[in-house]
Nanobody, 115 residues
Framework: QVKVVESGGGLVQPGGSLRLSCAAS????????MAWSRQTPGKQRELVAR???????NYADSVKDRFTISRDNAKNTVWLQMNSLNPEDTAVYYC?????????WGQGTQVIVSS
């Protein structure tokens, strides 16, 4: 059974930082690209960052130079370090494992940036 579980969301003040974690099980982790997306009510889900199995990372322009995605294939875990947060970053953040045949999603973790 495949599981993708996010954690680390919460309330943070503007300018603050949060680190999201995503643990995957039931897959050959290194064979999957891992990605973080986010969604706010009434808007389409937006890809934030993606990291391939070899560590190659890509970012949305809106988060470049503020967010960093990383992974540890030995721990089956991917992280999203978010710095200089602003209220526009408020969203539910989803982790997904993007494989050659299947795409697995977690349930999401809420991030609220507010004073």
């Amino acid at each position: 059974q495949v599981k993708v579980v996010e954690s680390g969301g919460g309330l943070v003040q503007p300018g603050g930082s949060l680190r999201l974690s995503c643990a995957a099980s039931g897959i050959v982790f290194r064979a999957y690209a891992m990605a973080w997306s986010r969604q706010t009510p009434g808007k389409q889900r937006e890809l934030v960052a993606r990291i391939a199995g070899d560590g190659t990372a890509n970012y949305a322009d809106s988060v470049k130079d503020r967010f960093t995605i990383s992974r540890d294939n030995a721990k089956n875990t991917v992280w999203l370090q978010m710095n200089s947060l602003n209220p526009e970053d408020t969203a539910v953040y989803y982790c997904n494992a993007d494989g050659p045949f299947y795409n697995y999603w977690g349930q999401g973790t809420q991030v609220i940036v507010s004073s």
